[in-house]
């Protein structure tokens, strides 16, 4: 069983920058997803930010490109998301998501798919 703790979340002011981790347990396969999604209100779950763990691949949604950045440490098992030039509309929960995969060197993006997930970390820009 995976389990998944998500911390980094605050209240920072617009320009400002957040790194958000994730400390994963319980990985059994050899390869997984992992990714961060983000949820507001009145809005549906999307993904943000996805990596293999085996390296050598990263997805990154546009809305966010060339500002946040996806980074896994294996040996740690810590799933990290850099946050920089944070907008109003990045504000949401946070939640790390997790799940094993076989099929090749890349992760699919809907929330659907993904079968661990933390509780979330909360994330607010504003001024």
């Known amino acids: 069983q995976v389990e998944l703790a998500e911390s980094g979340g605050d209240s920072v002011e617009p320009g400002g920058s957040l790194l958000l981790s994730c400390s994963g347990s319980g990985y059994s396969y050899s390869a997984y997803c992992l990714g961060w999604f983000r949820h507001a209100p009145g809005k549906e779950r999307e993904a943000v930010a996805l990596?293999?763990?085996?390296?050598?691949?990263?997805w990154l949604h546009d809305s966010v490109k060339g500002r946040f950045t996806i980074n896994y440490d294996s040996a740690k098992n810590i799933l990290y998301l850099q946050m920089n030039n944070l907008r109003p509309e990045d504000s949401a929960m946070y939640y790390c998501?997790?799940?094993?995969?076989?099929?090749?060197?890349?992760?699919?993006?809907?929330?659907?798919?993904?079968?661990?997930w933390g509780q979330g970390t909360q994330v607010t820009v504003s001024s």
């Open positions: 998501a997790a799940d094993p995969r076989s099929g090749g060197r890349w992760c699919p993006t809907g929330k659907w798919e993904y079968s661990y």
């Open positions: 990596a293999y763990s085996g390296g050598g691949w990263n």
